[in-house]
């Protein structure tokens, strides 16, 4: 899978450890930066790669900051996208399963990194159930087609 990956400074070691992981894993990904920890602003970073899955260019994105939350409130403005503020497994399988979240969200001031590793790998091997849940995810684009522009 082609996966955007992206952080501000306080998700930084995380997303680097991140990104080995899915290319060791096979994965093709995309790294949008920030590429230290020199101070940033998860704005910019959390849009560049949002932006990578809103165009086809990537199929889910991760992203990483302090705490997940800035983050997650900026990929959740981007049209199509589902973004999830995932902090256990059994949230990272839910996001997938009933939400189809193609955006994974862990706060790296959080989690333990062994364990952000398990939940990145819940995100990307659980499919999403569809039935009633694609109901509700049509029901969601529906609310974007008519209220955001
Ligand atoms: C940066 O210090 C911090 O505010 C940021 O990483 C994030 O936690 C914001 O939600």
Do not use: W
């Not at 995309?30 to 932006?51: I, K, L």
């Not at 992203?63 to 199509?80: D, E, F, P, R, Y």
């Not at 497994?89 to 001031?109: Q, T």
């Amino acid at each position: 899978m082609k996966i955007a990956v992206a952080s501000d400074h306080g998700g930084y070691e995380l997303k680097e450890k991140i990104k080995r992981h899915l290319i060791e894993c096979g994965h093709e990904v995309v790294d949008v930066g920030t590429h230290s920890t020199t101070s940033v602003s998860y704005v910019d970073f959390g849009h560049r790669a949002c932006d990578e899955v809103k165009n086809g260019s990537c199929e889910r994105a991760i992203l990483v900051c302090g705490t997940g939350i800035g983050m997650s409130v900026v990929a959740n403005k981007h049209k199509g996208i589902r973004a999830a503020l995932c902090t256990n497994a059994f949230m990272a399988d839910m996001a997938r399963r009933h939400n189809d979240a193609n955006v994974l969200v862990l706060g790296a001031r959080v989690l333990a990194i062994p364990y952000a590793m398990i939940l990145v790998d819940v995100f990307m091997s659980e499919p999403f159930d569809g039935g009633r849940h694609l109901e509700r995810v049509n029901q969601i684009a529906k609310l974007e087609e008519d209220f955001c522009e």
